[in-house]
């Protein structure tokens, strides 16, 4: 049977490279974002790949609950979800000394790392398949190590998927999370990667090399995938040993 999935921030980086593996494996899939013509040319360029229709587009702010509440609302329109991945997120400011500088750089790594996990969670939750519904979010090694408000924010996902993962389980649902290391080739990296930067974090990884936006969507398929309907509550770190240090 054909299974339906969202994968949120799926018009680029890792959640493309998801949207992608999950519609070459037959599912049909919505990507979720904030700009409807990277959506639609991301949609448009997998349909040609797939030569097919299964990748459509919904467009919204994930951290705006009104937006969230009429996307859900697109979203089951067709049918239960079988699949959701929050994949959305990223690293918006950095910390400042200031105290309202520091609130607003905490406030907005929330919104956009926690707050759109959570809204379109819970707004999706009465309509997941039950049994066999997966939710796979995706946090950080930011969160296992530290990285001041992106950390802090990434890290306050698990506490949460955790919760979910216990409160979901009777009903058939599993609820996991993958911890990328080092991805540089998507736009979080696109304005501020300097190649002594790059190198910097290259160095840090015991495998040599930086992960590519296929190896953390290999992770989260599998973790959507039948193969892991009794994994559940789970971090899986993929970052090619970067926290076990070069020893
Ligand atoms: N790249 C890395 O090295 C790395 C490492 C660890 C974890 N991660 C995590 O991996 C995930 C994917 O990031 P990426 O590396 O693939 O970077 P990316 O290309 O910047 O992807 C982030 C996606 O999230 C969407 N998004 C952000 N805020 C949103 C909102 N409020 N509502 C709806 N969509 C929103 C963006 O689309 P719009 O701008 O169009 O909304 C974008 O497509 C993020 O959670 C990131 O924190 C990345």
Known sequence: MTRRAVVTG??????????????????????VGRRSEVLKATAA???TEFDSDRVG????????????????????AGGPIDVLVNNAGGNPNQPSTD???????????????????????????????RPGASIVSVSSIAAL????????????????ALGLASQLAPQGITVNVVAPGFVPATEFWATRLTPELEA????????GRAGTPDQIA??????????????????????????????
């Open 99 to 129: 105290l309202t500088g520091l609130a607003d750089a905490y406030t907005d790594a929330f919104r956009i790392n926690v707050i759109t996990a959570v809204l379109l969670t819970e707004a999706l939750l009465p309509d997941l398949s």
């Open 45 to 47: 360029e997998l349909n």
């Open 145 to 160: 190590r530290g990285a001041g408000p992106y950390g802090a924010a990434k890290a306050a996902l698990h506490g949460w």
């Open 200 to 207: 910097d974090r290259v160095a840090q990884i015991p495998l």
């Open 57 to 76: 587009f919904a467009t919204g702010d994930l951290a705006d609950p009104d937006q969230v509440t009429e996307l859900a609302a697109q979203l089951v």
């Open 218 to 247: 290999a992770a989260i398929a599998h973790l959507a995938s039948p193969d892991a309907a009794w994994t559940t509550g789970q971090i899986l770190q993929v970052n090619g040993g970067t926290l076990l240090g070069r020893g």
């Open 10 to 31: 799926g018009g680029t980086g890792i959640g493309r490279a998801v949207a992608r593996r999950l519609a070459a494996g037959g599912d049909e899939v919505t990507i």
